[in-house]
Each structure stands twice: as C-alpha cells, then as structure tokens.
C-alpha cells in the first residue's frame, strides 16, 4: 500500500475555515469508509479528530468535520483558532493501516 | 486514568536488537487490539503492525518494512504490549508509538508518548 497523498501545508485565517484532502485510490480510501484524522502538536503524540469518515470523538470541537466523495477525504476546521495549529495526517484501514504524508496547518 | 507509557528506547548500531515496552492502565488492556506506529524524524506516521487480543486470536500482522525483522507480544498479566526488533537498519529510527486499535472500529484512539530509537553506527 503507497501513503495516502495530502498537500504538504495550508493556512488560514483566525474564524477561517480550511479543507486539507487526502487522496487515495478505490483500494482504501474508496474502498471503506475507514478514514481517520489526527492533529500532532510538535512534540507531542497524534490525537484522534475524526474516524469513520466523519465520526467526532468525545471532546473533540464540532468546528471539526470530515466528508468523502469518491477516492478522496477531507477534513475541514472552520472557526480557526491559534489552538489548531500542527500537522494532520490522515490514515485508512483497508486490511491494513495506511497513512498520508502529512499537512501542516499553518494559522496566519 | 487511560494511558500508555512506551520504555525501552535508545541508541544502537545497525545490525542490532531492541525491545521496547508499552504499559497500559486504565482499561481493560486484555480486551484490546494493540498496534504500534512510528514517525521518523521530521516525517510522517507509519503504520508498524498490530496484535489482536487473545479472545481474537492473538494473531500479529507487520508492515511490509519491518516484516521478518520485528515481532509483536503481549502479556495480558502485566498488561503490557511488546515491540522485539532485530536486524536493525538505519531507516528504522524513529519515535515508537504505541496505540490501542478502537473497540468496534478501525482506528487508533489512545497513544503513548512515545520512545525514541536511534539506529546508528
């Protein structure tokens, strides 16, 4: 299984909100709604934000959504805050796990 | 309190062993699939494998990178996940992550801190 391809950083303003995609092809990220997100802060360890797609753990700001059409997830924050600045990765299970190379967020 | 508390890292030169330790409280660590990832400096998160619970059969599934190199164990009395690496590379440095696999879902919802490995001569 290759990594699930996401743009390398993106930005945006306080109260903005950004998308960052993940791209897979219809073996995983097609294939299964399977998708999780996670936030990594430098230094410290990832955090789940969404799973199944579009599921929002316990704790998690609903400012945080995901969506899938076709091969393609996506994770959106709206209401940007300073807080959500780190990278994010998204990851899909198709028998096996497979992760994207990562976005950083970049908060302007 | 749920947590994961990975040990066991270090440096050591190609070629060589390590065994990293993961110790779970907080929840029923016997129930658990357990998986391991790691992040290379400045890189991104790479799957490692995964052990299934003992009631799920306690079967071990490894990423084709580190398959045949690396073995994956469990001790359910002392509630802690094991990671026995061998044959090292230089590729293999990375910080070590351990994660239990969501009950009911295909997705890592607790994390350890992680423990760092270095692989160098």
Known sequence: QSALTQP????GSPG????ISCTGTSSDVGGYNYVSWYQQHPGKAPKLMIYDVSKRPSGVPDRFSGSKSGNTASLTISGLQAEDEADYYCC?????????GGTKLTVL | EVQLVESGGGLVKPGGSLRLSCAASGFTFSNA???WVRQAPGKGLEWVGRIKSKTDGGTTDYAAPVKGRFTISRDDSKNTLY???????????AVYYCTTVANWGWHFDIWGQGTMVTVSS
């Open chain 1, 16 to 19: 903005q909100s950004v998308t």
């Open chain 1, 92 to 100: 899909s299970y198709a028998g096996r796990w497979v992760f994207g």
């Open chain 2, 33 to 35: 699939w357990m998986s």
């Open chain 1, 8 to 11: 390398r950083s993106v930005s």
């Open chain 2, 83 to 93: 990671l026995q690496m061998n044959s090292l590379k230089t590729e293999d440095t």
